[in-house]
T-cell receptor
C-alpha cells in the first residue's frame, strides 16, 4: 500500500534554532517527492520538489534530502524564524497513482 | 500573475443541502485538482481535470463531483451534505497535463462547515 509517514507529528523549537523533519514513504514506482509549507487556514506552498536522481535541494533556509534507497526524506530548517511556524507536508508522486500526502508535522517556533 | 483563486472562502450549509465551490487556476494553467483536508485525515485527493476532462479520481462517494470549463475554471459540487463533509477544500493548478510530475500551486481553500 502506498503510504507516506511523517515524524514528529508536532515540534516546538526556539527562534534561531535548527530542526529536521522526517518523511518515510512506501510508494512504488516513485516519481518525485515534494515538501509543502502550509500556514494555518491557507493553502500549501511548495518548498522543494525532488526526483529520483536528486538527493538534496535547497530553498533559502530550507534544505531537503532524499535517499531513494531507504525511501526516506528530511527537511532541515536552519536558523528558524517565527514565520516558520506552520505545518510541513511531505507528498510523494507515484507514476501510476495520484499524489500521496503525509499527515504533516506541525512546527511551532517560539521567541 | 494572479494565483489560484477559490470562492467562496467560507461557507456554512446544513445537512442535506448541496454546495458548489469554484476555482480559477493560474492564467495559462490547464490542470486543476481538488483536495479535501480534515484534521484527522490530512489532504485527500478528490479529482483532477485537464482540458475539461476528468483524468483521475480519488476514493470519494458519487456525491462529490466536478467539472472544468473551456477557460480552465473548475467547479466541484457536493450533494446531500453530511456533517463529515466539513473540511477545507483546496484547489491546485499546474501548467501541464498531470500534477504527478509538475509543481502544483494551491489556492487558499474554501472552508466548508456543515451543521
Amino acid at each position: 500500500k502506498n503510504q507516506v509517514e511523517q515524524s514528529p507529528q508536532s515540534l516546538i523549537i526556539l527562534e534561531g534554532k535548527n530542526c529536521t523533519l522526517q518523511c518515510n514513504y512506501t510508494v512504488s514506482p516513485f516519481s518525485n517527492l515534494r515538501w509543502y509549507k502550509q500556514d494555518t487556514g491557507r493553502g500549501p506552498v511548495s518548498l522543494t520538489i525532488m526526483t529520483f536522481s536528486e538527493n538534496t535541494k535547497s530553498n533559502g533556509r530550507y534544505t531537503a534530502t532524499l535517499d531513494a534507497d531507504t525511501k526516506q526524506s528530511s527537511l532541515h530548517i536552519t536558523a528558524s524564524q517565527l514565520s516558520d511556524s506552520a505545518s510541513y507536508i511531505c507528498v510523494v508522486s507515484a507514476n501510476t497513482d495520484k499524489l500521496i500526502f503525509g499527515t504533516g508535522t506541525r512546527l511551532q517556533v517560539f521567541p | 500573475k494572479a494565483g489560484v483563486t477559490q470562492t467562496p472562502r467560507y461557507l456554512i450549509k446544513t445537512r442535506g443541502q448541496q454546495v458548489t465551490l469554484s476555482c480559477s487556476p493560474i492564467s495559462g494553467h490547464r490542470s486543476v485538482s481538488w483536495y479535501q483536508q480534515t484534521p484527522g485525515q490530512g489532504l485527500q485527493f478528490l479529482f483532477e481535470y485537464f482540458s475539461e476532462t476528468q483524468r483521475n479520481k480519488g476514493n470519494f462517494p458519487g456525491r462529490f463531483s466536478g467539472r472544468q470549463f473551456s477557460n480552465s475554471r473548475s467547479e466541484m459540487n457536493v450533494s446531500t451534505l453530511e456533517l463529515g463533509d466539513s473540511a477545507l477544500y483546496l484547489c491546485a493548478s499546474s501548467p501541464y497535463n498531470s500534477q504527478l510530475n509538475t509543481e502544483a500551486f494551491f489556492g487558499q481553500g474554501t472552508r466548508l462547515t456543515v451543521v
